[in-house]
């Protein structure tokens, strides 16, 4: 029996606060050598190999499995617009790790107060955008342009905040936008097992799997912005298609 298997109780609540003082302590270390790496000369690859490590890592701290399906549809070298669902806040340890590439997100403005976390994101390319700020979220759309331009692919969860229900909710289309604008493929990714992990309005997190499934990209080179409804569509319809049945909209099928 994994430590993390059964979080609940005294007992379990003390071994979640000892986890969450591990992962603090691996956040701060490798952290602060992500932004000194990130310093030096063509130290930027290395310092985002120090945080898919960071990723890897504290899945393996928490006890989670993470099965990663459909890599095979990825060509090398390509970027993409990532389209995930959202259940939990680790799904972003889950994407990097599933993904063999280098990733941008596009991430809330609050998360650059947190310190070394905050940093050590901006310095590995993350971009920073302030909810509800047009301006913000037109510069952050920009950068986020000139990132998948110079060949990092950009991830977006188009539902713009955390399902508290577990079930896929409406799509913002600003990510869709962006690849419709700049030619790029979206990569729809499908996330299962995260919201048992660690639920969106809960401190404890405790041991069990991640799936990750990656759809087949979806071209978007060519396609007028007319098509911007019927993108959203698509890729919506792919990322529902492989999520187990708790996780759909009621009344929705495999489609």
Not at 169 to 174: A, E, L, P, S, V
Request: charged share 20%; with cysteine; net charge positive.
């Amino acid at each position: 029996m994994g430590l993390f298997d059964d979080t609940d109780g005294l007992i379990g609540g003390a071994k979640v606060a000892a986890g969450w003082g591990i992962l603090a302590l691996d956040t701060t270390a490798l952290g602060v050598a992500a932004i000194a790496l990130s310093a030096l000369p063509g130290g930027s690859e290395r310092a985002y190999a120090v945080g898919r490590f960071w990723s890897l890592l504290n899945l393996r701290i928490l006890g989670a499995e993470l099965r990663v399906h459909g890599r095979e549809r990825l060509v090398p070298g390509r970027p993409y617009v990532v389209m995930a669902n959202h259940q939990s806040h680790l799904d972003t340890w889950a994407v990097i790790a599933a993904l063999p590439m280098r990733l941008s997100y596009v991430m809330k403005q609050e998360l650059r107060s947190i310190p070394i976390f905050g940093y050590g994101c901006e310095r590995l390319g993350m971009v920073y955008v302030e909810r509800g700020n047009r301006e913000s979220a037109r510069r952050s759309m920009a950068e986020a342009a000139r990132k998948v331009a110079a060949g990092t692919s950009v991830v977006f969860y188009p539902e713009g905040t955390r399902s508290r229900d577990g079930r896929l909710g409406t799509f913002k289309t600003g990510g869709f936008r962006l690849a419709l604008e700049a030619g790029v493929p979206i990569l729809p990714l499908s996330i299962a097992g995260t919201r048992a992990l660690f639920p969106a309005d809960d401190w404890r997190f405790r041991a069990g799997r991640i799936d990750v499934t990656i759809g087949e990209p979806i071209p978007c080179a060519g396609r007028p912005a007319a098509d911007l409804e019927r993108l959203v569509a698509q890729t919506r319809a792919a990322i529902l298609a492989a999520l187990p049945p708790e996780h759909r909209p009621h009344g929705a099928g495999r489609g």
